[in-house]
Every structure is written in C-alpha cells, then in structure tokens.
C-alpha cells in the first residue's frame, strides 16, 4: 500500500518535468511509456495463466538459470505481482492504459492538463473497481487484491458488510454522476432522442458512447471474472496461506490517499465546460465539409486562364538611370537660399537636401529664436530670388521640426509608370484596390489602397496631368486585380480620354442593362447609372445584412469559404470603382440630379465595396460642393490656377504653386504629400487594353440593376389610381416650395430616391410641375395651396 502511494504521487513530478522537455525528449518519453505500459499489459494478462508457476521464483529473481513463465519473463512475473497480487488485482489493468495515454501526450505534445485529470480518474476507478472485486468476489481475493481484500476486511469491520454495500453504491453513483454526467433527465433524454430532431441526437450519441464505454468495462470485468473462477480453488488456498504473512499496511496514509484523489476532480470539472463551448461551431461543419470536398469557391475560375499585363507592355520613358543630380544647381539653389533668409535676419543654422524626381527638398533648421511665421511669409521672396516657379514651403515640416524649402529641379525626369508598377513595394502590396500614383518627394514608390481612402477626389486645370492620373489609378489596378474582382464604371462627357476602355468591356466594365455602351458620355444616363449603383449598393448591404458582416472583404470571405448559399441570393461581390471625368460639366447640367446619389454614394458605399473617382477642371464651391467635399477625404490636386481652387480642393494653398506635368499633392486627412504622377501614355494604355482585350470575357459587361428613371415626361400617364400614396404630400411640398426636385421630396418625406423620382414624373403628369431640365429645378405650374386643392379635387 505503501508503494502504491508512490505510484499516484509521481505523475504531478512527470507533469512539472515535461514542461521542461525538449519536443525530441517529449518524442522519446513517450515513445517509451507507450512500449513500456504494452509490455507491462502483456505481463499482467501473462499472470493470470502463470501465476502460481512463477510465484515461487519471486525470491530467485538473481538467478539466470531460473526462468519465468510469464511473457516478459521474471520482470513480468516480478512487476504484475506488485501490481496485481499485492496491489490491485484485475483494476490494475488500467494502469497500462493510463501509462500508454501519457506516452501519447508526450508523444503529440498535447498539454498535459487534461492528462492530470484522467490519473485522477483512473486511480478513483483502479481503487473502487479493487474494493468492489474484493467485496463480490470474496472466493477468488486474486481479482481484487491484496488492496481490494485489505479494504474490505478494514471497512467491514467498522461498517459491516451492508456499509460497505452502501459505500460502493455511493462510489458508483459519484463516477456516474461526475465522470459520465448522468442524470436523471439525462437517461430519459437518451431514450426520447431517437425520436427527436438531429441536434439532440447529437447530445444522444454522447451518451450512447458513454453507456458503450462502461458496457465494454463491465465485459471485461466479465471476462476477468470467468477466467479467474476456472482457477477458482486454488487461488483460495494460496492467498489464505499468505494472509498470515502479509506486512502491516499503512492503512491510514492510503485512505488519505484516497481523500486526496476524490477531492481533485472539483478542478477538472472546470474543463469540461469548453467542451460545451465549442458546441456551436458545429454549424461551420457544413462549410467545412463543402470546402474539404470541393475547395475554396474560386471567383476568377471563370476566367481561370485569365493572363495579367506583363510589364514589357509598358513604357520606360528614357529614366532608366534614376535622378541624375546636378551638383552645380544644388548648390546654386543652397546658396541663394541661405543668402535670401540672411537679407531678412534669419541665420541658418542646418541645410540639407533630398532630391526628387521633379523638385528637390531643403530642409533647414534655422538658427534659435527665429519665429517659422517669418519665414513662410518670405515664400514669395524666396522664390523670386531664386527665379523659379512652383517654390513651396513647409513650416514646419510635420513630425521633423525643420523648414522645407521644396525647389523644381531644372531637368524633371519623367517617373514612368513601368518603374511604379515594377517596384516591390507596389508588387508585394496587399491591399484590396493598391494604387502606385508615382514617386514622393524623397524618391520613393507612393502606393495607396482606393478601399481605405474610400474614395478620390482629383482636380486640376487642364493640360496639368489629370488624364495620366485617372490612367495610372486604372492602370494600376488592371495590372492588380483579376477580372473577377473589380469592375469600372467610367464616365466620360469629353468622349476621347476613356474610350480607349471599351476593349476591356467584357472584362472589367460594368453597364447599365439596356445600354449599348459601356462608356458613359452622355449627362442622363449617368444619372441612371448613378441610381442604379445607389440600388447596387442597397441590395449589398442586404447581402451582407443576411451574411451578418460588416464588409465587402469580410463577406467575400465568407462566401469563398462556402458559409453562403448563392441559392438564397448570395454571391461573389466584385469591387466597384466609379470614375467621373469632368464633374463640373455633369454638375453644371445635372446639378441636384447627380450629387445627390454621389453624395449618398459616397456616405454610404465604402462598405459594400463601391469606390468613387472625381476628377475636375474647376474645382470651385459650386462645383465641390460641401456635401461632396465632407465625403471625399482623399483629394489630390494637380496644379490649379488660383489660390482659392487650392483651397477648395486641399483646404490649404500649395496647388497653386505647383508646376503641372504630374507634379501633384495628396492628402488624406492631415499630411499633404507630393508626389510626382506616374507617366502612362495613351499607346501604353492602349496595348494594356489590347493584351486584356484578346483575351476569352465574360459573355457580357457586369450588369448594374436596372433603374426606371424620370427623364421625359412625354409618355407619362395621369392614373390616378396608380399614383404613390404619398403623392398629395408631395404635391403639397413642392408647391409650398415653388421648386420641383425630386431631393426635395426625398428629404422633406424621408423617402428613397427611386420612390421620388417616380412621384416627380406622376406630378409632372398630373401638371403640376413642368418637364426635367438638367441642373436646374422642374418649374411648379400650380402657384399656391388653394389652386393645388382644385386641381387635386376636380380629379
Ligand atoms: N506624370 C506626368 N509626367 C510627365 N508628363 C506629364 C505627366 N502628366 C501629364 N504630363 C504631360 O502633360 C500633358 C497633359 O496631361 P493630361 O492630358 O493628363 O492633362 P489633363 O489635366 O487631363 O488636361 P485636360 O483637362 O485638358 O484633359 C501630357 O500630354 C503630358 O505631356
């Protein structure tokens, strides 16, 4: 028994050791108890046979004549009867099991936590399975041991034989209870489950395995029982004549021993909760199930042989060495410039330059004491001096705490847009519209994500690069993104500078369903178009409603994962990127119409993954409106010609002094960066539309929902009884407010803008107000509330 007690105790001291084991050590423990707890069930099933044979070379174990015959020989004979004769009987069986799951532990390098507990467990069954064999069968004290045959003669004699009883009972309903969880509903459950519906036969199944696995451990008490009744008399004989010599137990250490145990499964209790815990995600099994067999849903499959632009399509331009510097102007530049500051008092204490691609950057670190703002009201001094156009200055540069003097190099050298798109820092981009603009000030490649800005707002006076800018950002993503995955709406009202995109019409553009052109030029279908996206957009958030994620990524996820149903609607959602040439000519003939549903578009759509990109020659307040402007953080601003424009655009001045030919400013919140436009020229785009063009397409364009639109009001019919219940109400605004738009209704009766536009066209049916006029209003033919009533009466 004593021994016994140091059996339990060492697995806390393997537990604390393995913490400290190497993998290949883990390997190799492992391995071993796994060997070793085989050899050791061989040796105890061996015993049985050959027990009284080789008890009487116990004592002769030294000796190599003398041989056993159990399986492993003397050690067999030697450690089954520790273990069965003087410890367990038949329940040390279970040690072999228990030694071969840690050798396994150690061998996977599971956590030992969960090992702990099934000692505790073994050792509670090992004990209780001894006292019941000692107690049951008292005609063979073999199958319970010296341990089970010393419990009960200690237990009976304070409690007598019903006690004892009554103990194992109670034993038995604690390892019920704790281990197998049974309850008395859960017995019930498990007969009703058959019946019931998938998910609880699940829970039935857990029990079923668990009435299994005591069945088989009752079978084979069975077994044991059986073969040890056939050796049944003289096993009687031996163990009374040995009763007499057995040593003193130390009765009192082993029931604490016990107590010790019992108490330990409160802890383990605790773990099993998780187990609960990962119930739920029993619903992706389907998923996972449908991704083992067939794979990821794979959206550019379609197109599987779909080849990307190869860079050869693209143009070097002549800068293939990089900057050349120009020592002689650098220090030209320097020197004018420190001679400048030093006319007005201000010492230098600091110059250093980075050179750029189109300007090259000064930083100075004036002397202590002098005030910044002297300095920047000096801009126009200093770039007199130096007799250059497009001098900037930054005071202070952010983050850096000096002066940045930017000065245009004499020689610009063209960043060609072969050098963006062949740079790592665009290739290994892993963004989800990744945009390579051009070089920034210090050299370096400028990449953005379109999804993250979310949209772009772009403005310059004409011939200042806007063209090359919109063909670098859709460049830029033709040689990022599989056909699949993005689509573009390009709206073009000056005709030559998109049109070259048809080619790639099948490919990546996306149109309205009755259109013959994918390229918009003309003013009404934008405003067509740009509803439609408006649906386009609400139908997503739908989507993604069901889908229960927050975004196009997250979604897409979930759908290439298979956790989506295409047949409940579900489906792969490419990127949407609007691209608007010329907003001042749209909004000067459309006004409302079209910054209505952009403003929306724009508040709403960074989500579902529709992207906006405006481009403008006059970026004036009436153009950018301020609803436009609060939507559009991202600007980017070519040279402009005023001051004000600069202000318009980047809420700061700075694009006026630009000096044009790409030489841009981006902001995306704080920072104003400049950056030197990639150059793509038109036969460049062209071979890139070429090379995708002949490529295989989809059959069609990506089709827009479609949108019934309220433009001519010629075909309307005056129904009355079809007329939208809100049409009085909306008679009433528009005639209180003498103006006849369709976002007037829409915000005064809270209504979507489809629904606004069909009442419009039902008020210019019934004559109330007149027909659609581009920018401006519709005129109201009804003066006031009293002749509205007439009219709506004689009806
Ligand atoms: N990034 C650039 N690098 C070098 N040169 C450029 C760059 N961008 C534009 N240019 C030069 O400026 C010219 C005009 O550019 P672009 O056609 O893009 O101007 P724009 O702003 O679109 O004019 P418009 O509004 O009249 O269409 C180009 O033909 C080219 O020579």
């Not at 402009?640 to 318009?648: A, C, H, P, Q």
Request: glycine share 6%.
């Amino acid at each position: 028994m004593a021994k016994k007690a140091t059996k339990s105790k060492p697995k806390p001291t393997k537990k604390g050791l393995s913490f400290k084991l190497s993998k290949q050590n883990k390997i190799i423990l492992g391995s071993l108890l796994m060997l070793f707890s085989i050899a050791l069930f061989f040796s105890f099933i061996s015993f049985y046979f050959n027990w009284q044979d080789d008890q009487s070379l116990l004592s002769e174990f030294k000796d190599r004549n003398e041989l056993a015959k159990n399986l492993l020989n003397k050690f067999g004979a030697s450690i089954s009867h520790f273990f069965m004769y003087k410890g367990f009987g038949l329940a040390s069986l279970i040690f072999p099991f228990l030694i071969c799951i840690t050798g396994i532990y150690l061998f996977l390098g599971l956590p030992l936590k969960a090992l702990f507990k099934k000692w505790i467990w073994g050792l509670i069954f090992v004990i209780w399975i001894s006292i019941a064999l000692g107690f049951f069968a008292t005609n063979s004290p073999l199958l319970g041991g010296l341990v089970g045959f010393e419990m009960n003669d200690f237990l009976q004699d304070y409690a007598g034989k019903i006690g004892v009883l009554l103990l194992l009972i109670f034993g038995l309903i604690f390892i019920l209870v704790r281990l197998f969880k049974v309850t008395p509903e859960g017995i019930s459950a498990f007969f009703k489950s058959r019946k019931e519906a998938i998910s609880s036969e699940f829970k039935a199944n857990q029990e079923r395995k668990a009435n299994s696995k005591k069945e088989q451990t009752e079978q084979e008490e069975e077994d044991m029982l059986i073969r040890s009744l056939e050796e049944d008399s003289s096993v009687i004989m031996d163990t009374y004549t040995h009763k007499t010599e057995i040593p003193h137990l130390e009765k009192e250490e082993d029931i604490s021993d016990f107590k010790i145990n019992t108490s330990e499964p409160e802890e383990t209790l605790a773990m099993e909760v998780e187990q609960v815990i990962e119930e739920p995600e029993e619903l992706d099994i389907l998923a996972n199930k449908l991704v083992d067999d067939f794979g990821e849903f794979d959206p550019t499959l379609e197109l599987g042989n779909y080849k990307f632009p190869t860079i050869e399509l693209l143009d070097a331009h002549g800068a293939t060495g990089g900057i050349t510097i120009n020592q002689e102007e650098l220090e030209e530049n320097k020197n004018k410039i420190v001679e400048t500051l030093k006319n007005y008092k201000i010492g230098i204490a600091q110059i250093k330059a980075t050179i750029g691609p189109t300007v090259t950057l000064y930083e100075i670190v004036p002397e202590a004491g002098v005030r910044i703002s002297k300095i920047k009201n000096l801009e126009d001094d200093i770039a007199l001096s130096l007799a250059a156009l497009g001098i900037r200055i930054i005071a202070p540069i952010p983050g850096k705490g000096t002066i940045g003097i930017e000065v245009p190099n004499k020689n610009a050298s063209i960043v060609s847009m072969r050098s963006v798109i062949a740079s790592s820092k665009f290739q290994k981009a892993e963004m989800e519209l990744p945009i390579a603009f051009g070089k920034t000030i210090s050299n370096e490649t400028f990449v953005v994500d379109l999804a993250k800005m979310p949209h772009l707002l772009m403005a310059g006076a004409t011939g200042q690069g806007k063209s090359v800018g919109l063909n670098a950002v859709l460049t830029s993503l033709l040689y990022k993104k599989h056909p699949a995955e993005v689509k573009f709406i390009l709206v073009d009202p000056k005709k030559v500078e998109l049109t070259l995109y048809n080619k790639i019409e099948r490919h990546f553009l996306a149109k309205l369903p009755d259109s013959e052109e994918a390229i918009i030029t003309d003013n009404t279908k934008v405003i067509h178009t740009l509803n439609s996206l408006c649906i386009e957009m609400d139908n997503r958030y739908e989507l993604l409603k069901v889908a229960m994620v927050r975004n196009i990524k997250e979604y897409n996820v979930k759908f290439k994962a298979r956790k989506l149903n295409p047949n409940d609607g579900h489906k792969f959602l490419p990127y949407i990127v609007l691209v608007i040439d010329e907003f001042a000519d749209l909004i000067m003939t459309a006004g409302k119409e079209v910054e209505t549903p952009v403003a929306r578009l724009a508040q709403l759509a960074r989500a579902i993954g529709i992207h906006l990109i405006i481009a403008t020659q006059r970026p004036s307040v009436n153009v950018i409106t301020g609803i436009i402007k609060a939507n559009f953080p991202a600007r980017l601003a070519f040279r402009v010609t005023s001051k004000i424009d600069s202000r318009t655009i980047l809420d700061t001045a700075g694009a006026d002094q630009l000096i044009g030919r790409g030489d841009m400013l981006f902001t995306q919140g704080n920072d104003v960066t400049r950056i030197q436009c990639a150059f793509v020229d038109t036969p460049e785009v062209g071979k890139i539309v070429d090379f995708i063009g002949s490529q295989r397409a989809y059959p069609d364009a990506h089709e827009l929902p479609e949108y019934v639109g309220e433009d001519s009001g010629t075909s309307l019919d005056n129904n009355v009884s079809e007329r939208d219940a809100k049409f009085r109400e909306a008679a009433e605004v528009i005639v209180i407010a003498q103006q006849g738009s369709a976002s007037l209704i829409q915000r005064k009766l809270k209504l979507g803008y489809n629904r606004a536009g069909r009442i419009i066209d039902q008020l210019e049916a019934a004559g109330i107000v007149g027909p659609f006029e581009g920018s401006k209003a519709r005129q109201v033919y009804v003066t006031d509330m009293v002749a509205l009533q007439q009219i709506l009466d004689n009806e």
